[in-house]
């Protein structure tokens, strides 16, 4: 009795493991030119948050 016990929760652990959420990305800070236009670092792109901030995104793959 104490196996299967011991076992349903293994399993139990182990589903809630994968139920976590995908973590937020981590964005980085353009660097601008003496015009103002925006430019990232080699693997990262530029985008625009919720709020309009201008920020440097990884790039997914």
Not at 34 to 58: I, M
């Amino acid at each position: 009795m104490k196996f299967k016990l011991f076992a349903l929760g293994a399993v139990a652990l182990g589903l809630a493991a994968c139920a976590q959420p995908e973590p937020v990305p981590v964005y980085v800070q353009p660097t601008f030119d003496k015009t103002g236009n925006a430019s990232c670092t080699a693997g990262y792109q530029l985008a625009t948050t919720e709020t309009g901030a201008t920020v440097c995104a990884p790039i997914s793959q």
